[in-house]
């Protein structure tokens, strides 16, 4: 997607190989044209090496896929906004250029995060 007009319709999405991440595999991807305003896509994680995430595998993912959306926000119209909502962190919600959050200690087999991208102002 590199179209760099303003639009109030979204049209199309990045490749699924766009939202792969270093030390992980997609094990689930979905995406939905909620509206021709609004694009979900939800894409889950599961480990490359072993059965779980570890915590500081956790971490390095969180920070990777808000990497992920920041570089989606640059690649789309102005007025198109991108954020994530990690779905194994309370529906916890990043959008493009903020602070990437630290999650508590733990490990995951899986992790499944939302991509929305949505028309934030019309023209």
Do not use: H
Not at 92 to 99: K, M
């Amino acid at each position: 997607m590199s179209e760099s007009k303003l639009k109030n319709t979204i049209t199309r999405s990045f490749e699924i190989q766009d939202y792969r991440l270093e030390g992980a595999e997609l094990s689930g991807f979905w995406a939905d044209l909620v509206s021709k305003e609004e694009l979900t896509v939800e894409v889950n994680y599961r480990p490359e090496q072993g059965t779980v995430f570890s915590s500081e595998e956790l971490e390095t993912l969180i920070r990777e896929s808000c990497r992920k959306c920041d570089i989606f926000q640059t690649e789309v119209p102005e007025n198109i906004k991108c954020e994530i909502t990690f779905k194994n962190f309370g529906d916890r919600v990043y959008a493009a250029q903020q602070e990437p959050f630290v999650p508590e200690p733990g490990k995951l087999e899986e992790i499944k995060v939302m991509y929305r991208f949505y028309v934030a102002y019309y023209i």
